[in-house]
C-alpha cells in the first residue's frame, strides 16, 4: 500500500512539475519570439552591422541558444521542485533569480564582445519573459490550491511527537491545504491505535516506536517530527536512515509557530542545524517607508473613488435618518483612542438596542464571541447597510483616518474600548503597528473567525509584517471582497 501511495506522489508531481515546464517553454520561445521580431522587424532600420560575425549569420541562432539556457536556469534552479510548489515565496524567487542570472551573463557578454543585437534582446525579452513566467507560475499555483483544498494533490503526512505538539502541528497543516499535507494520523508517547486526539478527531496510529510501520500502514510518504523528550538526536537519526530506501521524506517541525519566513535564518554549526529568529522591528525605515506608501495609496484611492463615495453617500442620506458618517471610538497605535469614520449603516438607535442583542447572547443564542459581537441577520442594519457592508463600501471613509496618520491600509482590527477591557496581556501586542482598514483577519474570513483565530492572525502580522506582505493582503482583499467573505 506505501509503495503505491507514494508512487502516486511522485507521480502526480512528476506531471505537475511537467505542465510547468511546458509553460515555461511556451512563455520563453513566445517572449523571446517576440523580442527578435520587434529588434528586427520593427526597428530594422537601427539593426547593427553583422557582417563582422559573418555573413550567413542568422539572429534565430541568437534567439534558440538564449532560450535554451533560460529554460535550463528555471530547470536548474530548482523552480520545478515539490518543496516550493504551492506555498510560499520560493518559488517565485528562484524563477527571478534564474532569469536575471542567465540576462545578468547576456548582458556581461554582449559588453565585453560589443554585440548590440543581445543588448536588444535583453532590454524586450526580461520584463516580458519573466512577467509571463510569475503569472504563469501564480495561475498553475491557484489551480494546485483549489485542487488540494478538494483532496487532491497531497502529500500524506504521519506527526510524531508529544501529544500536544504533534497536535497543534496536525491541527496547522490541516488548517492550510494549500502547503499540500494530509495528515493520517498521529504517533505519541503511549499511543495506542484507535485512540482519537483532539476534538478534531485525528488518529492515533500508535506509539513513537511504531512511527516507520505506521508510515508503511496508512501509506504516507512524510513523517512530519516535533518536540518531544522521547525523540532525542539519536532517534532522529534512526528514524531517517530507515526512510532512506523507500525514497521517503522526514520533516523536522521546531516549537516555533506564527513567525514569517524572512525572520528565520538557518545555518548548520557544528552539525547543529541552528535556527535565528529576528527580533521584531517596530521603528525605523520600514515604518517610514509604510507611511509613505500608505499617503501615496491612500491619495489615488481617493482620486479614483472620490465620486463612488459621493454616491453612497447620498444613497445613505436617501435611505435613512440621521448622519451620513457614523464616527466611533476605537483604539490604535500604542492604545490611543481615535474617531475612526465610516459611512453610517445602522439606524441612529443601534447602540440602544445592541444591549438588548447582548442580553440574548447571554440568555444563550450563537451571537459572536466572548469579546467580538457579530451578528449575520443584525436588525439594527438598513438596506443600504446591508448592501455596503457586503461590498466593504462602508469603510471607505477610514482612508480619510489613513491621511491622518490614525491608521494604516494594512494592520490588526481596530478594537473598541470595551473590547479592549477583556484582552488578555499578550493581545495588546497588536497596538505596537496602527490598526488597518484590512489584514489578515479579513482576508481570511472575517467575521466567520472565531476570537482566538483573530487574534492569532493579528499578533502574526505585527511580528512579522512587511511591505511585501502589505502588498499581497490589498490584493487578498480586493479578492475577499468580490466574494463577499463573511461580509455581515
Excluded at 301 to 329: E, H, W, Y
Aim: hydrophobic fraction near 45%; proline fraction near 5%.
Amino acid at each position: 500500500m506505501s509503495l503505491t501511495r507514494a508512487g502516486q506522489t511522485h507521480a502526480w508531481v512528476a506531471r505537475f512539475a511537467d505542465r510547468l515546464l511546458l509553460t515555461d517553454v511556451a512563455v520563453v520561445a513566445c517572449a523571446i519570439a517576440f523580442a527578435q521580431f520587434v529588434r528586427f522587424v520593427v526597428f530594422a532600420e537601427n539593426e547593427p552591422d553583422l557582417r563582422a560575425w559573418g555573413a550567413s549569420f542568422d539572429p534565430t541562432w541568437v534567439s534558440a541558444v538564449l532560450a535554451s539556457l533560460w529554460v535550463g536556469a528555471l530547470s536548474a534552479s530548482g523552480s520545478r521542485d515539490a518543496r516550493v510548489l504551492g506555498s510560499g515565496s520560493a518559488e517565485y524567487k528562484r524563477v527571478l533569480q534564474a532569469s536575471l542570472s542567465v540576462f545578468g551573463v547576456v548582458a556581461i557578454v554582449a559588453y565585453v564582445t560589443r554585440f548590440d543585437l543581445a543588448r536588444g534582446y535583453v532590454a524586450i525579452a526580461l520584463p516580458l519573459g519573466l512577467a509571463t513566467l510569475l503569472i504563469g507560475r501564480w495561475f498553475w499555483r491557484g489551480w494546485l490550491s483549489r485542487k488540494r483544498r478538494r483532496g487532491f494533490f497531497l502529500n500524506q503526512a504521519v506527526v510524531v511527537g508529544s501529544r500536544a505538539t504533534a497536535l497543534h502541528v496536525a491541527d496547522e497543516l490541516s488548517r492550510s491545504p494549500a502547503a499540500g499535507f494530509s495528515v493520517r494520523g498521529v504517533c505519541v508517547p503511549g499511543g495506542k491505535v484507535g485512540e482519537m486526539l483532539g476534538l478534531g478527531g485525528v488518529p492515533v496510529l500508535g506509539d513513537i516506536d511504531d512511527a516507520i510501520a505506521s508510515l508503511r500502514s496508512v501509506g504516507a510518504e512524510t513523517l512530519v517530527l516535533t518536540s518531544s523528550d522521547e525523540l532525542p538526536p539519536r532517534k532522529i537519526r534512526e528514524l531517517s536512515w530507515q526512510l532512506e530506501p523507500t525514497r521517503q521524506h522526514l520533516i523536522v517541525a521546531p516549537a516555533l509557530t506564527d513567525i514569517g519566513g524572512p525572520r528565520l535564518h538557518t545555518r548548520p554549526v557544528a552539525g547543529l542545524p541552528l535556527i535565528h529568529v529576528e527580533t521584531p522591528r517596530f521603528e525605523g525605515s520600514k515604518r517610514f517607508l509604510k507611511r509613505v506608501f500608505d499617503i501615496a495609496v491612500t491619495l489615488g484611492m481617493l482620486a479614483v473613488l472620490a465620486v463612488p463615495m459621493c454616491g453612497v453617500a447620498l444613497a445613505v442620506k436617501i435611505d435613512s435618518r440621521g448622519p451620513t458618517i457614523f464616527r466611533q471610538r476605537r483604539v490604535g497605535y500604542r492604545g490611543n483612542a481615535f474617531e475612526m469614520l465610516k459611512f453610517r449603516s445602522m439606524r441612529t438607535d443601534a447602540e440602544r438596542v445592541l444591549q438588548t442583542l447582548l442580553d440574548e447572547r447571554d440568555d444563550g443564542q450563537d451571537i459572536g464571541n466572548a469579546v467580538l459581537f457579530k451578528m449575520k441577520d443584525d436588525p439594527r442594519i438598513t438596506r443600504v447597510g446591508r448592501f455596503i457592508r457586503r461590498y466593504s463600501l462602508d469603510e471607505l471613509p477610514q482612508l480619510l483616518n489613513v491621511l491622518r496618520g490614525d491608521m494604516s491600509l494594512v494592520g490588526p482590527r481596530p478594537p473598541l474600548e470595551r473590547e479592549v477591557l477583556r484582552y488578555d496581556e499578550h493581545v495588546h501586542r497588536k497596538f505596537l503597528v496602527k490598526p488597518g482598514i484590512t489584514g489578515l483577519w479579513q482576508v481570511s474570513g472575517r467575521s466567520n473567525l472565531s476570537w482566538e483565530e483573530s487574534v492569532r492572525l493579528d499578533l502574526y502580522y505585527v511580528e512579522n509584517w512587511s511591505l511585501a506582505a502589505d502588498l499581497q493582503i490589498l490584493w487578498r482583499t480586493v479578492r475577499a471582497v468580490v466574494a463577499r467573505e463573511g461580509a455581515y
